[in-house]
């Protein structure tokens, strides 16, 4: 059952466009929300969060929007640049749950074309 | 180091044998976390500690797989007789806090396992 889902395998997108990639959720429960930038035979690293209390969080040419109603959130990358190239996974946890446990999506590459 | 340290980076097995894959996480961070990622998947969570204890290894596909951390710092996960389901990247991951929640957790470069 997967919980977070990235339906979009890849993306591409001209350099100086709007990139934008989506990912919906099941699970009621969750209530916190990262997106995470993965390069080949690297580790993912952290990029953007948004807490659900919030509709919209921005970080420079990042822009993450929630609908909680949706169940739904996005990431925006305005302009997007040749180095936005990479895999990127939505990712949800339940707050106060713990431990920062997190469940992914299956990812979507964003290429981006010079 | 600066960053979670994984080693090896790459490992072959032969079906049945035991494998342990090494981690470091950044000094002072109190969560440890183990994921698998599988060819075309996103991580997968399989256990996490804080400090020493394992708090939680509901992730664990099977009594096969074990994870330790007896001092709090370095983690180990050990796969007793591997299977060819095994073969996936193991990716390890830190936080400062524990229960934080802040939910930016720091990966590792991953242990590509591949069992034949």
């Known amino acids: 059952d997967q919980q977070v889902k990235q339906n979009s395998p890849s993306l591409s997108v001209q350099e100086g466009r709007i990139s934008i990639l989506n990912c919906d959720y099941t699970n009621s429960m969750f209530d916190y929300f990262l997106w995470y930038k993965k390069y080949p035979a690297e580790g993912p690293t952290f990029l953007i969060s948004i807490s659900s209390i919030k509709d919209k969080n921005e970080d420079g040419r990042f822009t993450v929007f929630l609908n909680k109603s949706a169940k739904h959130l996005s990431l925006h990358i305005v302009p997007s640049q040749p180095g936005d190239s990479a895999v990127y996974f939505c990712a949800a946890s339940v707050a106060n749950f713990g431990n920062e446990k997190l469940t992914f999506g299956t990812g979507t590459r964003l290429t981006i074309i010079p | 180091g600066a960053g979670v340290s994984q080693s090896p980076r790459y490992k072959v097995a032969k079906r049945g044998q035991d494998v342990a894959l090494r981690c470091d996480p950044i000094?002072?961070?109190?969560?440890l976390f183990w994921y698998q990622q599988a060819l075309g998947q996103g991580p997968e969570f399989l256990t996490y500690?804080?400090?020493?204890?394992?708090?939680?290894k509901s992730g664990l596909p099977s009594d096969r797989f074990f994870a330790e951390r007896p001092e709090g710092s370095v983690s180990t996960l050990k796969i007793q007789r591997t299977q060819q389901e095994d073969s996936a990247v193991y990716l390890c991951?830190?936080?400062?806090?524990?229960?934080?929640?802040?939910?930016?957790?720091?990966f590792g470069e991953g242990s590509r396992l591949t069992v034949l």
């Open positions: 500690f804080q400090n020493e204890a394992q708090l939680d």
């Open positions: 000094s002072g961070h109190v969560s």
């Open positions: 991951a830190s936080s400062l806090e524990a229960g934080g929640n802040t939910g930016e957790l720091f």
